[in-house]
């Protein structure tokens, strides 16, 4: 067997410390991701208006399943990458991460591809109105060719913080964000580029950081990248089934944004969606600090399962718990207390949008403390090899709770239902793994 020496100590670190050396930098990195997001949206919203950032929102989730593509098959190599590490078998793990990045540029190429050709119908497709449709199409032309390289920096910050790098992987979100933020200012208000500029400067900015993603393994601790096709289907099979809940993760988010959007139009028309798109630039905030407390687990976890160090598990999982339920009060409190005045970075708050905003923000925030646990659950079920379990609850959350409440707590409570929507699927699906946890924990 290959000498496996990673930048951290998994088997015999004490788990807090590996936990805190992962955790502050992946989170500082999720939260530069995240404002990429906010900020493109405070810019469009201040640069275009209402209509320009129910435009985004409109093609936001074709860009979460661009990210799910990557998180699916980045989560899913490192933890057969850890699992293989923990063998001392470093060919199979170099084989299996590459062979993820090498599925995930062929499945992006295509998606790219087909959505540069056919602008106007994957516009209308994703619920644009003839009134957004040519911001929308102009948005969605420019941001596509950057999401191949989205999916090159999720698949290598997952294996890069296994390698043992987690400050490198901050730095692949923390550099392309700062660009981002520099390009979306100097496009939309100097150049006047509106939505088109907002576009261009986040695709340069993912351009970036997948060219960080794949220079790292020129000088990386274990991994490297192999041209090796042993056991390609099998091993990309293993990774998109441990990988899947994540995938499923991004696509709920895709329609808790498409399902969200008609709901919103259906009871205030385009002001509504303008209202919502305030939340859907805030549910990153809320999904990267909840992701950064899995993924900062979830090296520790799989590493130690695939030595059957159990109680090492369990204290990682336990450290993660603890974190998340800290992580999702700080944002509901910051959002219940602050909504007036995040209404106000976006849009004017006396504008038929601001008014339905400010109104249901507070609402919309519970959501944070139970998505958070809920996260950290479903992470815990991924890095133990957990496929089914993790998807279930993926599913549960994301569209078997959501989608029915989004059209029954509107037409019992018109004026705020739509909003309560999120943090009921939520709750119902923390109730379940509660009760379900102690008969299914391993």
């Known amino acids: 067997m290959e000498e496996t020496t990673t930048g951290l100590d998994y088997a015999h670190g004490r788990i807090s410390t590996l936990f805190r050396k992962i955790f502050i930098p992946t989170l500082l990195g999720m939260m530069f991701t995240a404002l990429i997001t906010i900020v493109d949206g405070v810019f469009v919203g201040q640069g275009v208006?209402?209509?320009?950032?129910?435009?985004?929102?409109?093609?936001?989730?074709?860009?979460?399943?661009?990210?799910?593509i990557g998180l699916m098959l980045g989560i899913g190599a490192s933890v057969v990458c850890g699992m293989c590490?923990?063998?001392?078998?470093?060919?199979?793990?170099?084989?299996v991460m590459s062979q993820a990045f090498l599925a995930g540029t062929a499945v992006m190429a295509l998606i790219v591809?087909?959505?540069?050709?056919?602008?106007?119908?994957?516009?209308?497709?994703?619920?644009?109105?003839?009134?957004?449709?040519?911001?929308?199409?102009?948005?969605?032309?420019?941001?596509?060719?950057?999401?191949?390289?989205?999916?090159?920096?999720?698949i290598g910050m997952m294996v890069i913080r296994l390698d043992g790098s987690p400050k490198y992987a901050m730095m692949i979100n923390i550099i392309p964000a700062v660009l981002n933020i520099i390009g979306d200012y100097v496009l939309i208000f100097p150049c006047g580029m509106g939505v088109k500029g907002a576009a261009v400067a986040t695709a340069a900015s993912l351009v970036v950081g997948g060219v960080m993603a794949i220079a790292y393994f020129r000088f990386s601790y274990v991994l490297r990248l192999t041209k090796s096709m042993q056991g390609f289907v099998g091993n990309l099979a293993r990774v998109a089934a441990i990988g899947s809940s994540a995938f499923v993760t991004e696509i709920a988010m895709s329609v808790m944004m498409l399902t969200g959007n008609l709901i919103f139009m259906r009871y205030f028309g385009e002001p509504g969606v303008a209202a919502y798109s305030i939340a859907c630039y805030l549910f990153p905030l809320m999904f990267m600090m909840s992701n950064a407390v899995a993924q900062s687990a979830q090296p520790i976890i799989s590493y130690n399962n695939g030595i059957s160090a159990m109680g090492r598990v369990r204290e990682a999982f336990a450290v993660s718990l603890r974190v998340a339920m800290v992580c999702g009060l700080i944002v509901t409190t910051a959002i219940v207390l602050g909504a007036p005045g995040i209404v106000g970075m976006f849009i004017p708050t006396s504008s038929a949008a601001g008014v339905i905003a400010c109104k249901g923000l507070p609402i919309f925030a519970t959501c944070a403390v139970f998505f958070a646990v809920n996260i950290a659950f479903i992470g815990y079920f991924q890095s133990l090899g957990l496929a089914m379990r993790a998807m279930i609850l993926t599913l549960l959350r994301g569209m078997v709770f959501l989608v029915p409440l989004f059209y029954l707590l509107p037409a019992l409570f018109p004026e705020w239902g739509m909003w309560a929507a999120i943090p009921a699927s939520e709750a119902v699906t923390l109730v379940v793994i509660l009760a379900t946890r102690r008969r299914t924990a391993p």
């Open 113 to 154: 591809a087909c959505s540069l050709l056919f602008t106007a119908p994957v516009a209308r497709l994703l619920g644009s109105s003839d009134l957004l449709m040519p911001l929308a199409v102009d948005y969605l032309a420019w941001l596509m060719p950057g999401c191949l390289f989205l999916t090159w920096s999720s």
């Open 49 to 68: 208006g209402p209509e320009g950032i129910a435009a985004v929102n409109i093609i936001a989730p074709l860009y979460m399943v661009s990210t799910g």
């Open 85 to 95: 590490l923990a063998g001392r078998n470093n060919a199979r793990a170099n084989a």
